[in-house]
């Protein structure tokens, strides 16, 4: 069974930075492509970042220049370092990742529980 837990939301004063955390565990074979979304209350869930298994980044507009997405192979493990935060940035943020697991032939879509990131003064 494969599980994503993230780790790193917060309160944070605008202008401040965060790190988000997403680690994969279970019987995984490979992590191909994971990325970062985030869904307020009554709006869909909108992708903030992406990294393919080619390491092709992308990045949604709202965020481009403050975001940056990364990947620790090793350890299973993806980041979003979130900078010169804005109060809009305020919402839930999910890690997903696609991800082929052992016993399945198919690569599958996994999703952390999410997390809340809080950015007001």
């Known amino acids: 069974q494969v599980q994503l837990v993230e780790s790193g939301g917060g309160l944070v004063q605008p202008g401040g930075s965060l790190r988000l955390s997403c680690a994969a565990s279970?019987?995984?074979?490979?992590?191909?492509?994971l990325g970062w979304y985030r869904q307020a209350p009554g709006n869909q869930r909108e992708l903030v970042a992406s990294l393919s298994s080619g390491n092709n980044t992308n990045y949604a507009d709202a965020v481009k220049g403050r975001f940056t997405i990364s990947r620790d192979k090793g350890k299973n493990t993806w980041y979003l370092q979130m900078n010169d935060l804005k109060p809009e940035d305020t919402t839930v943020y999910y890690c997903?990742?696609?991800?082929?697991?052992?016993?399945?032939?198919?690569?599958?879509?996994?999703w952390g529980q999410g997390t809340q990131v809080t950015v007001s003064s």
């Open positions: 279970g019987s995984i074979i490979s992590v191909l492509a």
């Open positions: 997903d990742a696609t991800i082929v697991a052992v016993g399945d032939p198919n690569s599958r879509s996994y």
